[in-house]
């Protein structure tokens, strides 16, 4: 940006203070805002509004903030759905529920901007770009691609490119006070201790942009191991970009990163449990509740840094607040997670996952839901092979004896595709300092507390994880509650279908066993006479005593 428009930008800025004097002069006396009241009237633009933080974070700003002015979503066409069409589902889904009882007209206060941001200029309208360069106080940039075996050339073009693009449209706007960036806590996984800075990044990614330009896809590809060196995908690598990317505009506008560690279902907000996808630790827990995922390479002492979506939407909703009422000389960065306060390991997942689904299970499981989850190799090889493939071979050949196409051993080496995709997740510790999470926290009235609460110490996990998993039957795969009974059935007759394959199984080896070993049938014998010399012995003793 040019320097005379940098200063524009700088007088932009004070502009917007003087409009707001109790607001942003943040000096000791005069009453701050509270973060709704900072809201009221103010016109946000937000990315990444269809994808699942996005639509809480609009569920939330609707709902707290209702005096807020518009929200304006930048939505493609999707799936053969116009960009209408898409947001017209989206706020019938059942998360709009409360908002919708309250204020049925609040689809009035979302404007629906066409975008697509892999595009030149993020393919947006040069009308609306005059619309939002007009009215927007706020930008949320939620979009970003989360798939960890992304090419190496789309991950960079929307997590990196399109982060550049909007960051030049945030320049052009006349009114903007806070631009918050979602990152991910992962961003820097290839260090152990992560602080709330911005780490150089791996490589200059104006460079890295201007030389895979010319490459064909197979050579990106081929060269793509060798650029994310330590990261374990192209998604962490491409978000460690990003971060030095927005750091670089820290000098023209107000900025602040979130770094949200694994986003689970909502704790509490709009209600217990929300959850649409099967991101994360999500498929992991639906596999395992259906008896599917029997064993998994994760650490059980490892801390599962889990922190549910509604926190990671409120505190969001309070560094916009505070970007733009405190203004920050420097771009803060916000570590949003739960490790270092109120830690909870992977083995008391696994534990609470599993008992949960039994006690709440899905329809049609494949088994009763039963994991293990180990550091071996070996022994998760042994389980995969004994556990996994092993009982899909035997069904599938159950499936092609009744002319059946075999299915689920293909659904178990797509499995085992997404969960040695986690494993480098759920298999080491990470330390964040979340130093600026707890200011923020200070720094909020008691009701803004309550009302946009990120104070993880509260979580109780057993409770959040049960919720969890009633969250995926409900909203993932849209079981009903009512059903439950008919799956505990179901889970019974599974187990026993195991006891009798079991027993069914032990008497087939010990008869082959017996019919060819001399040494088998002695031992059979030997035990069989021990058994009834001690039963000989039982009776006389018994009736000696009588
Ligand atoms: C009891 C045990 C406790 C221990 C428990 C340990 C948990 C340990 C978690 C660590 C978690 C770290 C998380 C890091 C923190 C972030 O950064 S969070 C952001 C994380 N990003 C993700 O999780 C995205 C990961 N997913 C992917 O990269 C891709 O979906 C995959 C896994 C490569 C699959 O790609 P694909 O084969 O092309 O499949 P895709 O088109 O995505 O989906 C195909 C189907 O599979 C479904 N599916 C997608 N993912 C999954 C899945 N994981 N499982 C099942 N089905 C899935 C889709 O819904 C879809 O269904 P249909 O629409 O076809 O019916
Ligand atoms: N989920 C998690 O566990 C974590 C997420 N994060 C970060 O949080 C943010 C939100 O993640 P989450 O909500 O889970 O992700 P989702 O995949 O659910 O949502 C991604 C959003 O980005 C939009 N988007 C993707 N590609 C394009 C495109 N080419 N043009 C326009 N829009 C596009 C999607 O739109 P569409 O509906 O059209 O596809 C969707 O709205 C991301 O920045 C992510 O890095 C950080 C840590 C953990």
Redesign the pocket.
């Known amino acids: 940006m040019s320097t005379e428009l940098s200063e524009r930008q700088d007088l932009d800025r004070s502009g917007a203070a003087e409009e707001q004097p109790d607001i942003c002069s943040g000096a000791a006396g005069s009453r701050m805002a509270s973060v709704a009241e900072y809201y009221a009237g103010k016109s946000v633009l937000i ?10 974070l609009v569920e939330k700003l609707l709902w707290s903030c209702p005096e807020v002015k518009a929200l304006y979503i ?5 799936a053969g759905q116009s960009m209408k069409q ?1 947001v017209s589902d989206m706020m019938k889904c059942k998360l709009f529920d409360r908002v919708r009882e309250d204020n049925p007209d609040f689809h009035k206060k979302i404007i629906p901007i066409s ?5 030149p200029g ?1 393919s947006i309208s040069p009308e609306d770009v005059e619309k939002l360069s007009a009215c927007i106080n706020i930008v949320f ?7 960890f075996d992304e090419p190496l050339k789309h991950a960079l ?3 990196v490119i ?1 982060t550049q693009e909007l960051l030049s449209l945030a320049q052009r706007m006349h009114h903007l006070e806070a631009f918050i ?6 961003a820097n996984c290839n260090r152990k201790h992560i602080d709330e800075v911005i780490y150089p990044p791996p490589v200059e990614p104006k460079k890295l942009i201007e030389s895979l330009e010319w490459m064909d896809d197979g050579i990106v590809q081929d060269i793509t191991p060798r650029l994310i060196g330590d990261r374990p995908n192209t ?1 962490t690598y491409t ?1 460690a970009l990003a971060e030095y990317v927005v750091q670089q505009e820290q000098d023209k506008l107000n900025i602040g990163i979130v ?6 279902a909502s704790w509490q907000e709009p209600f217990p449990g929300w959850i ?2 099967f ?2 630790p999500s498929g992991v827990f639906i596999a395992a509740g259906k008896g599917i995922l029997r064993t998994m390479r994760a650490n059980n002492d490892a801390v599962a840094d889990l ?1 549910p ?1 509604d926190m ?1 939407v409120n505190l969001t909703l309070a560094a916009g607040w505070y970007t733009a009422v405190h203004r920050p000389k420097t771009t803060l960065v916000y570590n949003c997670t739960t490790g270092g306060i109120n830690p909870f390991h992977w083995g008391e997942i696994e534990h609470h996952v599993i008992s949960s689904f039994k006690r709440n299970p899905l329809e049609q499981a494949f088994r009763r839901p039963n994991a293990n989850i180990t550091s071996n190799y070996l022994i998760n090889q042994y389980w995969i092979l004994v556990s996994h493939k092993f009982p899909a071979f035997i069904y599938d050949l159950f499936l092609r004896l009744c002319g059946q196409k075999p299915q689920m051993m293909r659904i178990f080496n797509r499995l085992h595709k997404a969960i040695g995709l986690l494993e480098y997740f759920s298999s080491q510790d990470w330390e964040w300092n979340s130093e600026n999470m707890n200011m923020l926290m200070s720094q909020l009235t008691p009701e803004d507390r309550t009302a946009f609460n990120f104070d993880v110490r509260q979580l109780n996990w057993p409770e959040y994880i049960e919720n969890y998993c009633i969250g995926t039957k409900k909203y993932v795969l849209n079981e009903d509650m009512s059903d439950i009974p008919a799956a505990r059935q179901h889970l019974r007759k599974l187990r026993n279908i195991r006891y009798t394959f079991n027993t069914v199984l032990v008497v087939f080896i010990w008869r082959v066993f017996i019919a060819r070993s001399q040494m088998a049938r002695n031992i059979w014998y030997f035990v069989v006479s021990l058994c009834f010399k001690f039963l000989s012995y039982f009776r006389a003793s018994s009736t000696l005593t009588n």
């Open positions: 990315t990444g509004a269809t994808g699942f933080m996005g639509k809480v930048l939505v493609r066409p999707k898409r975008s697509e941001l892999t595009q993020l940039h939620c979009a970003a691609t989360i798939r073009q929307l997590n399109a960036h979602i990152s991910t806590a992962y998604y978000k770094r949200p560690s694994i986003v689970g649409d996808n991101n994360g922190i979506v990671v």
